[in-house]
């Protein structure tokens, strides 16, 4: 998703026309945005993996237990609608196909309403991997967002969980108040897209606390962070069109290893914050759950994402196809 999508505007008097809205709101993020700087606002790398898809947004566990069970195969079409204060500022789309011995994950999106006024942008992210004894193997991943004159490019090669090749453009500006990023830091992790698919252990029920205990080790070409995950509860969802049923809420807390500046606002809020909540429902034919909704609380209020639709469906096995 594009980098502005957490910003949230703050909270509005019910008694507001649309219109009375969307200008007062506009005036406080204007003020807002002058306040916090550039920096604030150019931390898209934080707020948008800490929510997609995101979220905001999430590798598979790299020490499963589990590693001879099946991953099944299922494809999922989600679109997700970005909302601040309860007024849409963005949206998206993703794609996950999950075959015998192959995943393809690809996500598109782009600000709307408010947000575009001050900062219009769109970004796509796509990863590509194998799958091994039951386990989502990396392979390649690229990203490319621009918003308003600038865009931003991070293209990798991954094996057994190390990044072999990296391009990023432009290149990170190196600071003396920066943590360098070591080649030990890209060892055993995974890029943002292969961590939002999270595979469920065992051959019984997915929507299960376990879904929840984990620590997404993951490296998005410029940082290295982790993604704590704790369960929470369970909650019932009714999308639109799609996924009916019950979803797992985890917990999440943002820990950055590498290439960040600690002193920096961004990074000082987001470690900081208690209350990051991500929602996961099941791709159906695997033991794979993606985000359903992520939330994350910010300076100017609660910043959504959400499904609009979650439409998946098993595929056939290359076995069972032969035999049919």
């Known amino acids: 998703m594009p980098r502005q999508e957490l910003l949230e505007i703050g909270q509005r008097p019910a008694i507001w026309s649309r219109r009375g809205q969307w200008l007062a709101m506009g005036r406080r993020f204007d003020k807002k945005w002058r306040k916090q700087g550039p920096g604030f606002v150019g931390s898209h790398r934080l707020t948008r993996h800490a929510i997609f898809l995101g979220v905001t947004a999430l590798a598979v566990t790299m020490a499963d237990a589990d590693r001879g069970q099946s991953l099944a195969q299922g494809k999922l079409d989600a ?10 500022i963005g949206q998206g789309a993703w794609v996950i196909d999950i075959g015998d011995d192959y995943f393809t994950a690809s996500a598109s999106g782009a600000t709307a309403g408010l947000l575009r006024v001050f900062a219009s942008g769109h970004g796509q992210s796509a990863a590509h991997g194998s799958i091994s004894s039951g386990q989502l193997v990396p392979s390649t991943y690229a990203s ?11 293209r990798m090669v991954i094996s057994a969980g190390a990044v072999k090749e990296l391009a990023a453009n432009p290149p990170t500006v190196a600071s003396p108040d920066r943590i360098p990023v070591t080649d ?25 606390p376990q879904a929840c205990q984990r620590t997404l080790s993951i490296f998005d070409g410029r940082m290295r962070y982790d993604l704590q995950l704790a369960f929470k ?10 996924y009916q049923g019950v979803v797992v809420v985890c917990a ?11 002193e920096r606002y961004a990074i000082k809020y987001l470690v900081q914050l208690r209350d990051i909540e991500l929602w996961l429902a099941p791709i159906a034919g695997t033991r794979v759950m993606v985000a359903y909704r992520v939330s994350v609380p910010t300076p100017l209020g609660l910043g959504v994402m ?7 469906m098993p595929q056939p096995s290359k076995a069972t196809a032969k035999t049919q």
């Open 79 to 88: 679109r997700y609608i970005v909302t601040l204060s309860g007024l849409p």
């Open 144 to 154: 490319h967002i621009i918003t308003g004159d600038k865009s931003d490019d991070v």
């Open 184 to 208: 030990a830091h890209r060892r055993g992790v995974s890029d943002p897209m292969t961590a939002s698919l999270i595979r469920v252990p065992g051959s019984g029920d997915t929507l299960v």
């Open 233 to 242: 509860r369970l909650e019932r969802v009714r999308t639109d069109r799609g």
């Open 252 to 262: 999440v807390r943002f820990a950055p290893i590498a290439g960040h500046v600690p």
């Open 306 to 312: 959400q499904a609009t639709q979650f439409v998946s």
